[in-house]
C-alpha cells in the first residue's frame, strides 16, 4: 500500500503559493510602515494612557473571563456526573453523602466519565 503525496491535494501550485505569500509579506510590511510614521509623526498628539489601556485590555480581559468561566465549567461537569448516576440508579438521586464524597475526591475528573 502506497501513500498518497500530500502534494496531490493542494489545490494551488507552487509559485501560485509564492505569490500570495509576497502579496501578503508586502501589504503587512506597507501597514506596518504606515502604522509606525504615523506614530512617530503624531506622537505629540497621542494619548498615551489611552494607548496602554487599549494594550493592556485584552490580557485583563482574558484573566478574568477563565476565572469566571472556570467555576461555571466545574460546575458544569459535576451536573453532568450528578445526572448520569442518577440515570444508571433507576432514576433516584445518588446520596448527598455520596455526592459530597465525589465532589472532594481528589482523583476525579468529571471529564472522564
Same mark, same amino acid.
Given at each position: 500500500?502506497?501513500? #498518497? &503525496? !500530500?502534494? &496531490?491535494?493542494?489545490?494551488?501550485? %507552487? /509559485? ?5 505569500? %509576497?502579496?501578503m509579506?508586502?501589504a +503587512?510590511l506597507?501597514l506596518l510602515t504606515? @502604522?509606525v *510614521?504615523?506614530v512617530i @509623526? /503624531?506622537w %505629540? +498628539?497621542l /494619548?498615551?494612557? #489611552?494607548?496602554?489601556n487599549?494594550?493592556?485590555? $485584552?490580557?485583563?480581559l &482574558?484573566a478574568?473571563?477563565?476565572a469566571?468561566?472556570?467555576p461555571i465549567a466545574?460546575?458544569?461537569?459535576y451536573?453532568?456526573?450528578f445526572? !448520569?448516576l @442518577?440515570f444508571?440508579?433507576?432514576?433516584s438521586? $445518588? @446520596?448527598?453523602r455520596?455526592?459530597?464524597g465525589? %465532589?472532594? &475526591? $481528589?482523583?476525579?475528573? *468529571?471529564?472522564?466519565?
Amino acid at each position: 500500500m502506497q501513500r #498518497e &503525496s !500530500r502534494k &496531490s491535494h493542494c489545490p494551488l501550485r %507552487a /509559485d501560485q503559493i509564492t505569490l500570495t505569500s %509576497a502579496i501578503m509579506i508586502l501589504a +503587512t510590511l506597507g501597514l506596518l510602515t504606515y @502604522s509606525v *510614521t504615523h506614530v512617530i @509623526s /503624531d506622537w %505629540a +498628539t497621542l /494619548d498615551k494612557h #489611552e494607548l496602554a489601556n487599549e494594550l493592556l485590555m $485584552p490580557i485583563w480581559l &482574558s484573566a478574568v473571563a477563565v476565572a469566571v468561566l472556570y467555576p461555571i465549567a466545574f460546575y458544569m461537569g459535576y451536573e453532568l456526573l450528578f445526572v !448520569r448516576l @442518577s440515570f444508571l440508579n433507576d432514576g433516584s438521586k $445518588p @446520596s448527598m453523602r455520596a455526592r459530597l464524597g465525589m %465532589a472532594w &475526591s $481528589p482523583g476525579l475528573r *468529571t471529564w472522564c466519565l
